[in-house]
């Protein structure tokens, strides 16, 4: 099949795209309004998009909280959803007034970061610190305005678990991260394959 997404008219009983791009790791972002109060809040537009520095980003689809609060402190962290968290990820969901703790709604530990001014999961195995580099909405093709708006941050520091290191590594199969796979549907990890790029791999 095939169809135009600006008639949209893909003859399904749900929009397929964001199952196609799946699974989607969850940005699980931390953020303090100006007046004090403390946001949580999952989104699952979210990557990593640079190394040198260490870059992410999330995409709010309109102008929710964390994205307020972003643009009035810079600074914001997100925690790694493991699938021991799932329930309490779901939870933070819930559409709520402007000002509610989230982290207090999931029953999850709010603490303060050490090196931005802003709250993550206590009970994650994970965290990103991050600072605002750019706050953007994106443009469609026509050059207009969109609902969507990409925030990027620089990552200044990292939270891991001891007990998620084995080896020297940051252990996936240890951390058991939940991802994001289209309309109501998560997905795990059950393994892991290891293969190495063509320049570096041992010449024979």
């Given at each position: 099949?095939?169809?135009?997404t600006?008639s949209?008219?893909h003859?399904?009983a749900h929009?397929?795209?964001?199952?196609?791009?799946?699974?989607?790791?969850?940005?699980?972002?931390?953020?303090?309004?100006?007046?004090?109060?403390?946001?949580?809040?999952?989104?699952?537009?979210?990557?990593?998009?640079?190394?040198?520095?260490?870059m992410?980003?999330?995409?709010?689809?309109?102008?929710?909280?964390?994205?307020?609060?972003?643009?009035?402190?810079?600074?914001?962290?997100?925690?790694?959803?493991?699938?021991?968290?799932?329930?309490?990820?779901?939870?933070?969901?819930?559409?709520?007034?402007?000002?509610?703790d989230?982290?207090?709604?999931?029953g999850?530990?709010?603490?303060?970061?050490?090196?931005?001014?802003?709250?993550?999961?206590?009970?994650?195995?994970?965290?990103?610190?991050?600072?605002?580099?750019m706050?953007?909405?994106?443009?469609?093709?026509?050059?207009?305005d969109?609902?969507?708006?990409?925030?990027?941050?620089?990552?200044?520091?990292?939270?891991?678990?001891?007990?998620?290191i084995?080896?020297?590594r940051?252990?996936?199969?240890?951390?058991?991260?939940?991802?994001?796979?289209?309309?109501?549907?998560?997905?795990?990890?059950?393994?892991?394959?290891?293969?190495?790029?063509?320049?570096?791999?041992a010449?024979?």
């Open positions: 099949m095939f169809y135009d600006a949209n008219a003859r399904m929009d397929p795209f964001k199952a196609i791009v799946a699974p989607r790791p969850i940005g699980w972002i931390g953020t303090k309004g100006r007046d004090g109060s403390l946001n949580l809040s999952p989104y699952s537009f979210f990557n990593a998009v640079g190394d040198r520095p260490k992410v980003m999330f995409s709010s689809s309109g102008r929710k909280d964390s994205l307020r609060n972003v643009e009035e402190t810079g600074v914001f962290t997100t925690s790694f959803v493991s699938r021991a968290l799932l329930e309490k990820m779901s939870l933070s969901s819930t559409p709520v007034p402007y000002g509610t989230e982290f207090a709604l999931a999850l530990t709010a603490l303060e970061g050490r090196v931005v001014d802003a709250p993550y999961v206590g009970e994650a195995v994970a965290v990103l610190e991050c600072r605002v580099t706050v953007t909405m994106l443009p469609d093709i026509d050059g207009n969109t609902d969507s708006h990409a925030v990027f941050g620089q990552v200044m520091g990292i939270h891991i678990d001891e007990r998620v084995r080896n020297g940051f252990d996936l199969g240890l951390a058991d991260p939940i991802l994001r796979a289209g309309y109501m549907d998560y997905a795990g990890i059950s393994s892991l394959i290891e293969l190495a790029r063509p320049n570096q791999r010449s024979g």
